[in-house]
T-cell receptor
Framework: DTEVTQTPKHLVMGMTNKKSLKCEQH?????MYWYKQKAKKPPELMFV???????INESVPSRFSPECPNSSLLNLHLHALQPEDSALYLC?????????????FGEGSRLTVL | QKEVEQNSGPLSVPEGAIASLNCTYS??????FFWYRQYSGKSPELIMF????GDKEDGRFTAQLNKASQYVSLLIRDSQPSDSATYLC??????????FGTGTRLTVIP
């Protein structure tokens, strides 16, 4: 199984809503990532979890809150978002071995903030 | 985010030609370098990686690395229309950080 599954595929929310994006992998990978991608731009790293601990937070606003309940699951909790947060949110996983840069991406969750 | 610049596109080449994609990076601590391809509406996928200075070939793809110049490139020989995509350079410094470059959109014209 080489899949990274993201749900939901599409999400529309208001600025006062609270919602969550979910990501799951069953490849035994120990590193999981959240990226944000705006149209015609490269993916922008947000968070990295390594062995279920947050190892990188790229100065992401606190309205985005990541959570890694176990080694297979990664959540991104969303609260009080702004319209400019509308983007494709990509989850990825990797083995976590240093120097191994192969990330396996999910299909993404397209978020629209009204 | 680390600075990773790629040649501005879009880049158009005729079918069968060589496409040359370039990338410069600012972090001298970068040790490993990855090239990803992203088709429109799809997620990125790994094409190849390179660790050592010099050339590395994999089928129609050749990656070239010069750490002294902080430069990495990807050559695609015998370009095919199916190679039309955005190519992302990604240097890696630590164990798990992977920052993508600005990306180059390639169009191969039949």
């Amino acid at each position: 199984d080489t899949e990274v599954t993201q749900t939901p595929k599409h999400l529309v929310m208001g600025m006062t809503n609270k919602k969550s994006l979910k990501c799951e992998q069953h490849m035994g990978h120990r590193a999981m990532y959240w990226y944000k991608q705006k149209a015609k731009k490269p993916p922008e790293l947000m968070f990295v979890y390594s062995y279920e601990k947050l190892s990188i937070n790229e100065s992401v606003p606190s309205r985005f809150s990541p959570e890694c309940p176990n080694s297979s699951l990664l959540n991104l909790h969303l609260h009080a978002l702004q319209p400019e947060d509308s983007a494709l949110y990509l989850c990825a996983s990797s083995s976590g071995t240093p120097g191994t840069g192969e990330l396996f991406f999910g299909e993404g969750s397209r978020l629209t903030v009204l | 985010q680390k600075e990773v610049e790629q040649n501005s596109g879009p880049l158009s080449v005729p079918e069968g030609a060589i496409a040359s994609l370039n990338c410069t990076y600012s972090d001298r601590g970068s040790q490993s370098f990855f090239w990803y391809r992203q088709y429109s509406g799809k997620s990125p996928e790994l094409i190849m990686f390179i660790y050592s200075n010099g050339d590395k070939e994999d089928g129609r793809f050749t990656a070239q690395l010069n750490k002294a110049s902080q430069y990495v490139s990807l050559l695609i020989r015998d370009s095919q229309p199916s190679d039309s995509a955005t190519y992302l350079c990604a240097p890696q410094t630590g164990a798990n950080n992977l920052f993508f470059g600005t990306g180059t959109r390639l169009t191969v014209i039949p």
